[in-house]
């Protein structure tokens, strides 16, 4: 049991099955995706509204994904610019590294610009359409008690009116300064950055040249972005001494922005504000009936855009199996994997967010004049050049261990990575992303073959009491032959030649993808029976026991 206050004993007034302390992007992504899956959720925000100041400029094919499995992508996109380029300058304007992935393996543009605020309202606005999903603005979280079967939360409204809620879990999604992290003792281990930078949003863009631009200037390094709707960004370093009050002037704003304009008194600003770059991460993740996603367990600097994106990943690695717990079809054991999952990916985020910072803002002027020195060779260099474009200095997240069935470490293996999005054609003729020819759940796919074959009626019951999608996908010209169709089994066409080509480097027939759409294990037909067997060993996943109706833990 843990406690932040054991003598705080107040009647329950609210029951929920999962509390979200935070209404900023992983609280409302895991409350969308919760919702749709038919828990009842609590959102408790301490603030009066959404934050609406300058906060996260860049979105990826990741997380344009998690907005895809919830249903909320379109209204997203609007919000965006794809194919979003990355540019590193030396102080005199050379371009040393030109970072534009090109690549949609995921089904979306790798990275992309976007106003977060705007973001962030498309997904509060989405939980109007889950009666079982509330949320509480102006709701300061005053205590909290767990014991083995709930955590009680005091809440303090806007007036000092109190309100308890008693709920199954609790997601700690309440920022870097997380209460509920600090109240658990948690260690959040790393470093503050010794400098600060300045945030400054501009109406009507006053360059409008597109992408983002990161100078090295060793004297006051800066960055230029486009954005969305006409908006400009500018970022620059705080120098020693400097203060938000000071740099907010006129005539020091004024002096900042004629670094980046030619007129810069002809501007329509928005907001500015400071911020300070931490690199930390949580030691756990889970403490019982509480877990910690987004900020609260890891926090990371700016530049290579990938705070706001980790977040989400801890939301669509959490919220599905959150749901199968609160729902009685796994083991609360099925929680553990989201640490073993996510901390050491985090981890490499934030170090490859480190090094970028380092790359723009060296410690030393002699390292920013070497490393211009040294950029301007290997830029020469295609394999070194690719290595930027294609963005492979990214860490991909591959899950070693966890709920997945890892296999040979010695052999390059697709489990644990995500799975590729290609658009496939329907029997019907309409062409979809495969994701959505899934929908929010497993997917069991098999190439060429019938992905039943082989599986015990036991085991069919159990996997469809999950929501499990059967698609067998053959070559796009086979599609509207019927004679292969199977009751129970979705048949889609390789369009792109992608699932194919995917299947081949691979040697198997059959993948099985998690609701976050990691591949969790692969088999060919005759071994799918055992694999999906040891599969549910490993995530404690409830089987159905038609014959004497009742559920037991695998």
């Given amino acids: 049991m843990t406690t932040s206050n054991p003598d705080i004993q107040p009647a329950v007034q609210h029951h929920v099955q999962v509390a979200i302390a ?27 509204k959404l934050i609406d100041y300058p906060r996260a400029i860049g979105i990826d094919d990741e997380a344009l994904r998690t907005m895809q499995a919830v249903n909320l992508v379109d209204k997203v996109l609007p919000h965006t610019t794809p194919w979003h380029a990355m540019r590193f300058l030396t102080p005199k304007g050379r371009c ?170 002809n501007v329509e600003l928005i907001r500015q504000r400071v911020y300070t770059h931490n690199a930390r991460l949580a030691a756990r993740f889970r403490i019982d009936r509480v877990l910690l996603a987004g900020d609260a367990a890891h926090i990371m600097p700016v530049w290579q855009g990938q705070g706001y994106n980790s977040g989400m990943r801890d939301a669509f690695n959490l919220a599905w199996k959150l749901a199968l717990v609160v729902n009685g079809k796994a083991g609360d054991r099925l929680l553990d994997t989201y640490q073993q999952e996510r901390r050491d990916h985090a981890k490499a985020m934030i170090d490859l967010s480190v090094t970028a910072g380092n790359v723009l803002a060296p410690t030393k002027r002699w390292h920013g004049t070497a490393r211009d020195g040294i950029s301007w060779l290997l830029n020469y260099l295609p394999p070194v050049k690719s290595y ?31 799975f590729i999005q290609p658009k496939v054609t329907r029997e019907n003729g309409d062409v979809q992303l495969l ?84 591949v969790a294990a692969l088999a060919i037909p005759q071994t799918l029976s055992k694999t999906l067997d040891q599969l549910a060993g490993v995530m404690a996943l409830t089987r159905v026991d038609s014959d004497l109706h009742i559920e037991k833990v695998a």
């Fill in 22 to 48: 935070g209404a900023g992007p992983v609280g409302l992504m895991m409350a969308n995706y919760l919702g749709q899956m038919g828990i009842q959720v609590l959102v408790v925000e301490k603030l009066d």
């Fill in 96 to 265: 040393f590294a030109d970072i534009q992935p090109m690549t949609d393996e995921f089904g979306w543009s790798r990275r992309n610009a976007f106003i977060q605020p705007q973001v962030d309202e498309v997904m509060y606005q989405g939980l109007a359409r889950f009666p079982n999903v509330r949320c509480l603005f102006s709701r300061e979280l005053d205590a909290f008690s767990q014991d083995g079967d709930s955590v009680t939360l005091s809440l303090k409204g806007p007036q000092g009116e109190r309100e308890t809620i008693k709920a199954d879990w609790l997601v700690a999604c309440d920022g870097g300064a997380s209460v509920i992290r600090r109240t658990l003792n948690v260690p959040f281990e790393g470093k503050t950055a010794p400098n600060q930078w300045i945030v400054v949003d501009i109406a009507n863009d006053p360059l409008a040249t597109p992408h983002i631009y990161l100078c090295c200037d060793p004297v006051r390094p800066y960055v230029s972005a486009a954005l969305p709707h006409g908006v400009r960004r500018f970022e620059f370093m705080v120098m020693p001494g400097e203060t938000e009050a000071q740099l907010s002037e006129p005539d020091n704003m004024r002096r900042l922005l004629s670094q980046v304009l030619p007129d810069p008194d």
């Fill in 388 to 418: 930027f474009l294609e963005m492979r200095f990214k860490p991909m997240p591959q899950y070693r261990e966890g709920a997945l069935l890892a296999g040979d470490h010695k052999k390059k293996s697709p489990v644990g990575t995500m």
């Fill in 435 to 518: 994701d959505d020819v899934i929908g929010a759940k497993f997917a069991v796919i098999a190439w060429g073959c019938n992905p039943l074959w082989g599986m015990t009626p036991q085991q069919i019951e159990t996997w469809r009491a999950l929501g499990t999608c059967f698609i067998q996908v053959v070559p796009d010209v086979q599609i509207r032959t019927p004679q292969d169709n199977v009751d129970g089994v979705v048949r889609i066409g390789d369009t792109q030649n992608r699932l194919k080509t995917w299947f081949a480097a691979q040697d198997t027939a059959i993948v099985v993808i998690r609701p976050d759409r990691f």
